[in-house]
């Protein structure tokens, strides 16, 4: 593969006598033609799908020669508790090829529900974007960081200017030498909003550019960070922190998780802690990721935030009474619930199927499921029982 001039894909095959621009295809049809007579292939099983291409085109994908299908579960009911109320049957919507976690999740979900429910805390952080300046001394970085204390509220009004539904929180900085990078947080209402902080920040750096005489290198200077693991994602937050817990009777755990209080509190400790600590990882959890990723590819989320999703620490404590505290934290869910792929039918339908109003809500659910994933996963690690779960429902047909 390799770009012309004018940032046109081409394709370049040894059989080939001349560059063609995939672009030229006036369709997804006639790019799989081209495809198969060109490859030797049968491409029919990409092309079904349920959007059009005028929705999808320079929006969600470029090239388009079809879709690809994974198929989609249900976990659940499950019950999430809130101050302001409780929403009983819940169902959790989950597109993955890996055998036994749908149904890992809906365990999980039956235990919480038999057990009252998860209360689930979310706190707005705001998505970010962290462009980084080429500064002419220390001096003048110090001035350039004074000038944007002074002035957020002109930050805030030409950021607001490119979207009513953006809002400028705060603007953290960090110098090292001639280099000056600006953490822009922004609320986004019920969007992801990564693109919406992109083009605010870029407008903001153009002000900054003509008050300060910065020069702008990069508008993503990896001080965002975005789609990649790090620690100041997981110590100062980024798009949402998320608090499950759930207090799960030890007759639950005896008679739906088939382990004891005790057995799951010491796995957490040995596994998600210490094991953690010891092989230097940045999520202190059992698998995250496992049930991000089902969940972002059913609801149309940007998959690659779950790099970021899959931080976040796993506790448990047995309490004096026998019963078992369960929590988990995460502190960079990046998430919406309009723009990206949430437009999409399927994807659309799934949002539909989880009863979500807002990206609060469907937050809630997130956390709850990821809860649920946990709970079910380290009751099955302190049983003995993983393999064999997955050697009854990942195997078949092998």
């Known amino acids: 593969m390799l770009f012309d001039v004018t940032s046109r894909l ?90 036994a976690l749908v149904a890992s999740l809906s365990r999980g979900c039956k235990a919480i529900t038999e057990s009252g429910g998860t209360e689930v805390l979310v706190e707005n952080i705001g998505i970010t974007r962290g462009p980084v300046f080429r500064t002419e001394s220390l001096q003048h970085g110090q001035q350039i960081k004074k000038w944007v204390e002074q002035n957020f509220t002109k930050l805030a009004k030409v950021s607001k200017s490119t979207s009513s539904h953006l809002k400028l929180l705060k603007v953290e900085p960090a110098m090292v030498g001639r280099n000056l990078w600006l953490r822009f947080y922004f609320d986004t209402e019920d969007a992801m909003g990564m693109n919406m902080a992109t083009i605010a920040t870029d407008e903001a750096v153009k002000l900054i550019e003509k008050e300060t005489k910065a020069k702008c290198i990069s508008l993503a200077g990896n001080y965002d960070i975005d789609k990649k693991p790090s620690w100041l994602n ?147 690690l302190s049983e003995g029982s993983l393999a064999k779960a997955h050697r009854k429902l990942g195997r078949k047909g092998k």
Not at 275 to 280: H, I, Q, R
Not at 331 to 358: C, D, F, R, W, Y
Request: proline content about 5%; overall charge positive.
């Open 234 to 380: 997981f110590i100062s937050g980024r798009g949402k922190k998320v608090w499950a817990e759930a207090v799960l009777p030890k007759k639950v755990v005896r008679e739906v998780l088939k382990t004891t209080p005790e057995k799951m509190a010491e796995v957490v400790y040995r596994k998600c802690l210490l094991g953690s600590a010891v092989s230097g990882s940045l999520g202190f959890n059992a698998h995250f990721a496992n049930i991000l990723s089902a969940i972002f590819l059913a609801t149309g989320q940007d998959p690659a935030h779950v790099v970021e999703g899959s931080l976040g620490v796993t506790t448990a404590e047995v309490m004096p009474n026998g019963n078992l505290y369960f929590s988990v934290y995460l502190p960079s869910l990046v998430v919406g619930v309009v723009g990206g792929g949430t437009h999409l039918p399927t994807q659309k339908k799934a949002l539909e199927i989880m009863q979500v109003n807002n990206v609060l809500e469907y937050t809630r659910a997130v956390g709850a499921a990821v809860i649920s994933g946990e709970i079910s996963l380290i009751a099955s």
């Open 10 to 99: 081409m394709v370049e095959l040894p059989f080939m006598k001349s560059k063609l621009s995939l672009r030229d295809f006036p369709s997804a049809q006639k790019r799989r033609q081209f495809l198969e007579k060109e490859l030797k292939l049968d491409l029919d099983s990409l092309g079904s799908f349920t959007f059009s291409e005028e929705e999808v085109t320079g929006r969600n994908i470029e090239n388009l020669i079809g879709a690809t299908h994974i198929p989609l579960g249900i976990a659940g009911p499950l019950k999430i508790i809130n101050h302001k109320s409780s929403i009983i049957n819940h169902f959790i919507p989950l597109a993955t090829t890996e055998g």
